[in-house]
């Protein structure tokens, strides 16, 4: 059975940090390209960043670029999400996707494997 289980979401003010976790099991975790996407309330899950296998290559969203760094570690199971200078605009539940095959940043709909998220909130 496949769980993602994302962890490290909080509460902070403009201009602070979190790293965001998350960790896969009952599959190989170095098979699948992984994601971050979030959702604000009353709008669309939008695809933050995403990471190929190896973890060579990445992809930011405009909005986040150059304040927030995805990484993997292959022998711990792990996808994290690096956010500095967090913007009240970067409140979001922030959720992790596994995607098996094909493109290794796809759209949403194409990702096989979903965490249950993580709550982010910055204060102005």
């Known amino acids: 059975q496949v769980q993602v289980v994302e962890s490290g979401g909080g509460l902070v003010q403009a201009g602070g940090s979190l790293r965001l976790s998350c960790t896969a099991s009952g599959l190989t975790f170095d098979d699948y390209a992984m994601g971050w996407f979030r959702q604000a309330p009353g709008k669309e899950r939008e695809r933050v960043s995403c990471?190929?296998?190896?973890?060579?290559?990445?992809y930011y969203a405009d909005s986040v670029k150059g304040r927030f760094t995805i990484s993997r570690d292959n022998a711990k199971n792990t996808l994290y999400l690096q956010m500095n200078s967090l913007k009240p605009e970067d409140t979001a539940m922030y959720y992790c996707?596994?995607?098996?095959?094909?493109?290794?940043?796809?759209?949403?709909?194409?990702?096989?494997?979903w965490g249950q998220g993580t709550q982010v909130t910055v204060s102005s």
């Open positions: 996707a596994a995607k098996y095959g094909g493109s290794w940043c796809p759209i949403l709909y194409e990702y096989n494997y």
């Open positions: 990471i190929n296998r190896s973890g060579v290559s990445t």
